[in-house]
């Protein structure tokens, strides 16, 4: 019980200290780049694609289950 109310206690804390932390943060200059990344660029139709792909074998698993969970006394 009194692990519990320490966690929570802990917890509680850290959520109320997080936003006073972050605001006593220094702020940062960003750089300016230099270069362009070619990492994720123009393959957006790649992505849904997959996620098309991936949607389309769970249907299909999901139709092919066979959902025969009847109870065999009469």
Do not use: C, F, H
């Given at each position: 019980m009194i692990a519990r109310?320490?966690?929570?206690?802990t917890a509680a804390t850290t959520?109320?200290?997080?936003?006073v932390a972050a605001y006593?943060?220094?702020e940062r200059?960003?750089?300016p780049a230099t270069?362009?990344?070619q990492l994720g660029g123009g393959a957006e139709w790649v992505n849904a694609?997959?996620?098309i792909l991936?949607?389309?074998v769970g249907?299909?698993?999901l139709l092919i289950a066979d959902d025969d969970d009847n109870p065999t006394s009469p």
């Amino acid at each position: 019980m009194i692990a519990r109310k320490l966690a929570l206690a802990t917890a509680a804390t850290t959520l109320a200290l997080t936003p006073v932390a972050a605001y006593a943060a220094p702020e940062r200059a960003s750089a300016p780049a230099t270069e362009q990344s070619q990492l994720g660029g123009g393959a957006e139709w790649v992505n849904a694609l997959i996620i098309i792909l991936i949607g389309a074998v769970g249907m299909a698993a999901l139709l092919i289950a066979d959902d025969d969970d009847n109870p065999t006394s009469p």
